[in-house]
């Protein structure tokens, strides 16, 4: 095991931790639209909209055209008047006939911004219409729906996509998910040691299985909180504590069955401490790995992918595709995953040669 | 080393009874756009590491007594 004394890796794992890390720092959220104000509107009478946005350019050289349309269904209706206040304000003039309000179901629009820097984003269900009940006459004109011309669809900027609900925490994706990368990686390795103590009977990789299994669970309780926090403000908001964590466990099987493997792996350090003799508790507890590693992949990769969940990419789809993360997110992504991995196995090398020394002074 | 960990746990309970006290309200964490979120994971991670490689420094101080 001469892979537990060599260095590069570790410096790898610094180097890309490093890069992660000021990369989830230094990255901004790309453009989205915070609020439209008033949030309501009644139909024959003209609104005057303010539009507050995040991180977008609208007063910049290369932002273009700004455009604005009120989207319903697949129609599009350009305002009555648009001008850009700021960087990030703007405001529209816009009026529903009441003639015409029967062909808004639902009865609410989205609010779309275009422009050459920032793309296409919006804000869905900006604005709720509130339909008139007696409709003989109308004093405003008639809307008719555009098709709307567009230079570029995707923005031209390094951020991160701005996600309604989500919005900042979309970093967590660094954080989070490769706790769960870091504890599968480990968990295999300590198969692996467990395959070879079963075929060549060495203590050593007794140990790294033990270990590996140990450091496993480090990254899977660092996995379940950071989940536990990033839930209850974007899946479960105005949800309390105490229902947070019931949710989780009744409503979301990823979480129920990631639960239950590590209880299953709980169980293995639980019959280690229980044996008294080396060598059986070595042999009793191998055996034992193969089958927690079994239902591990069973809970956390099949079972899933059987039923609904909050976790993207489940119920049947597998994760990660394209809708799930886009390039600059790519970007920080896999070398957060890769560094966390590489994390992992440094502090599980410090174990490992720790119980060797251990056991030497023992012999 | 033992006050030390007394110490690290205590700052951490005062954590999260600051969240539960935010709960009602949510509006530290659901502030900026939820930046402090992602501060909360960063602080849970480095902190689950940190009590780990504490202990860890337990056991070797054990092996260098003997």
Redesign the interface.
Known sequence: MSWLYSKWWKWLSVILLTYV?AG?FFVK?GPGI?SVSPIAMYTDSVYTFQITC?HSHFTDAKAGKVQLWFKNRANYYAPLSFKTTSNETAEATFAVSALQQDSFKPASLDAVINDELDGTFALRDAITLVKATAVDSSNTALLISTEPEVKHNKHQLVCYPYREI????I??TF??VP?WFAMTMLLFASLVGSIMYLVKGEERQDTLAHQAVV?AL?FG??GY??GL??S???WY??V??SDVVRKLLLEDIKMAAALVAMFFYLAYLILRSSIEDEAKRAKVSAVYNVFAFVIFILCVFVLPRLTDSMHPGNGGNPAFSKYDLDSTLRAFFYPAVIGWILLGFW?LS??IR?QF??QK?EV | MKKFLNLLLLTLLSLTTF??GE?GT?DF??S????Y??V???T??LS??FI??FS?ER??KK?EE?
């Open positions: 890390v989830s959220l915070t995040y989500l919005y900042e925490t970093r967590n954080f989070h706790m450091v480090l309780v660092c909180l950071t926090i990033w209850k403000y974007t908001i105005g309390s504590w502090i410090v174990c720790l020394i251990q002074r | 969240a539960q709960s949510n964490f659901k900026n756009l939820k930046i979120v992602v909360a994971v960063l849970i991670i689950c590491i780990f490689l860890l056991r070797l092996l003997k």
